[in-house]
């Protein structure tokens, strides 16, 4: 299953991007913030915005773990 390597929402703070903002610019969709404060995985479109906001790749943010149900 794919689990943030970061809190993405702190690090979006920090690079001074509140979730007022996010809402207000439309850089991310409500969903999309609610899905990392739940901590459950976005979509494409939103991790490539995340991606863009943060200068990142999606391997800085997310990763890929063995689930033990499996």
Excluded: F, W
Excluded at 51 to 68: F, R, S, W
């Amino acid at each position: 299953m794919l689990v943030y390597k970061i809190d993405v929402l702190t690090s979006l703070k920090e690079a001074g991007y509140n979730t007022t903002r996010l809402r207000r610019e439309k850089l991310l969709s409500e969903s999309a913030i609610q899905y990392l404060r739940e901590g459950k995985p976005v979509g494409a479109k939103a991790l490539d915005d995340i991606c863009m906001l943060l200068h990142m790749q999606p391997g800085n943010i997310i990763e890929y773990v063995e689930n033990g149900n499996t």
